[in-house]
Nanobody
């Protein structure tokens, strides 16, 4: 059973918005920090945004700062990534991940659980 399930990806024009969701399945991640990563074809997976276990602290890659917002709903056991003013270069598969240590980390090797990803395609 995949512990994290992403949804909300799709095709959008540049300048548009999408909201990704990451729902926990079969377990709670209330004490984990959560992160969003993305991987474009031919490129390495990169950190996009992270939120700590309480939701009180967030971190963003410079390329998305001011456009993307990460949040979490501990009751629903769900993490969100609101993406505004999307650019063609945001096109990638987006992955949700959980880190049991509770504080935000940018390194993908620090994360213990991963979803299967959702595709975001931004057209010009």
């Amino acid at each position: 059973q995949v512990p994290l399930v992403e949804s909300g990806g799709g095709l959008v024009q540049a300048g548009g918005s999408l909201k990704l969701s990451c729902a926990a399945s079969g377990r709670t991640f209330s004490s984990h920090s959560m992160g969003w990563f993305r991987q474009a074809p031919g490129k390495e997976r990169q950190f996009v945004a992270g939120v700590n276990w309480s939701g009180g602290s967030t971190d963003y890659a410079e390329s998305v700062k001011g456009r993307f917002t990460i949040s979490r709903d501990t009751v629903k056991n769900t993490v969100y990534l609101q993406m505004n003013n999307l650019k063609v270069e945001d096109t990638a598969a987006y992955y949700c991940a959980a880190n049991r240590k509770g504080w935000i980390r940018r390194e993908e090797g620090e994360y213990d659980y991963w979803g299967q990803g959702t595709q975001v395609t931004v057209s010009s």
